[in-house]
């Protein structure tokens, strides 16, 4: 759904959209730091559903 709704965007707004989550990225913290959470999830770990 996300995926439909992206790539149905016209370029200039898939561009604005990407400049305001890049502003909303933490410039102090480690992109491992940010990211932890993913390494944490279960399938991460191989763990099934």
Known sequence: MVWTYLTALP???LQRLMMVALAAIPVD???EDMFAWVCDL???K???A
Request: hydrophobic share 40%; proline share 8%.
């Open 29 to 31: 913290r480690r992109v």
């Open 46 to 48: 191989g763990v099934g």
């Open 11 to 13: 370029a200039n707004e």
């Open 42 to 44: 279960p399938v991460a």
